[in-house]
């Protein structure tokens, strides 16, 4: 049966969704990213994760041309910056990201990475944004242990939807404290570079003799080995960004894809978690 995630009391959402990051740079690709946007979508990959950080805001028009005619399908993720992230200016970026998307409202606003600004302060102007309607829901993004243990304590920082943290294969240090108190909170964490960026975030990832023996034997691709081990987690989805229908068609595959202890255990011997507290992985 396909993993699903729930962010909100009502909608249950596969397991894997789509990243956008460094989509909207091109505009030679411009066509190709809607195509895989839209080809994600039939496939059920309803949950499309962007910012205002990504092409400067490209990366948002691209989503907004891919959902058109559709918007009620998909599970709208976008980011502010952490300078935006209070008051008025939050209210502006909000509104700037809904223009370049062509939609009135935001499944889940998250705020992208930690700044200056108090967590209180970010925390008021998202209960605003969804008294106003302009969005359903909020998180946070690159939040390690600590810091989420002061959000917990911020008044109202027990709305918090989800986090969204750097997570694959060869980077595990969210399993020593972040992700098991998440999984406690019954918190979604969502993984970003789940594909460790096609591997060019660790060298020899994606042609590791381990993994590809496997994928051989299971007759997957060790893509499809990464994301499954992500999702097979409780509470855990994975949004990798794929910029063409090939690669959707591969990642939705993954869904379908169960992996056995031995399995498991065999992929996480060759990528061990590092055993010690060590400080969250970004990018
Ligand atoms: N919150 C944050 O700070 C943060 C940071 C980073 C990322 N993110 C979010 O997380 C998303 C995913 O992270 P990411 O884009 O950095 O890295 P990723 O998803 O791990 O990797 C993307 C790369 O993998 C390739 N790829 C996709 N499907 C593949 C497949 N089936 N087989 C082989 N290669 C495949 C893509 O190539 P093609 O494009 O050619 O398909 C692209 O080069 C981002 O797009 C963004 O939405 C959030």
Request: proline residues 4%.
């Amino acid at each position: 049966m396909t993993k699903q995630i729930s962010f909100s009391e009502s909608k249950l959402l596969p397991a894997i969704g789509q990243g956008t990051w460094y989509m909207g740079e091109n505009a030679a690709q411009r066509m190709d990213e809607v195509n895989a946007l839209r080809a994600g979508i039939d496939l059920g990959l309803r949950l499309i994760d962007t910012a205002e950080m990504y092409a400067d805001g490209e990366a948002e028009k691209v989503v907004g041309e891919a959902i058109s005619g559709r918007r009620d399908e998909v599970f709208l993720v976008s980011k502010v910056y952490p300078w935006n992230a209070s008051g008025q200016q939050a209210i502006a970026a909000c509104e700037a990201s809904l223009k370049r998307l062509k939609t009135d409202y935001l499944d889940l606003y998250l705020l992208h990475w930690r700044g200056d600004i108090p967590p209180q302060d970010t925390v008021s102007v998202m209960q605003q944004l969804i008294e106003h309607g302009k969005i359903r829901c909020w998180g946070v993004s690159n939040l390690d242990y600590a810091d989420m243990q002061e959000l917990w304590n911020t008044a109202g920082g027990r709305g918090c939807a989800t986090n969204q943290v750097l997570y694959h294969l060869a980077s595990r240090g969210i399993e020593h404290d972040l992700l098991p108190w998440c999984q406690q909170q019954h918190m979604p964490v969502m993984a970003y570079c789940p594909l460790a960026q096609a591997g060019r975030l660790r060298s020899g990832l994606m042609n590791h003799p381990a993994l590809n023996e496997l994928a051989n034997r299971k007759g997957v691709s060790v893509a499809q080995l990464l994301l499954a081990w992500v999702i097979h987690h409780d509470g855990v989805m994975a949004i990798p960004k794929a910029g063409s229908v090939a690669h959707v068609k591969e990642n939705a595959a993954a869904l379908e894809i169960a992996l056995s202890q031995e399995e498991i255990a065999l992929m996480e011997k060759a990528f061990p978690a590092p055993g010690r507290k060590t400080p969250l992985d970004m990018v």
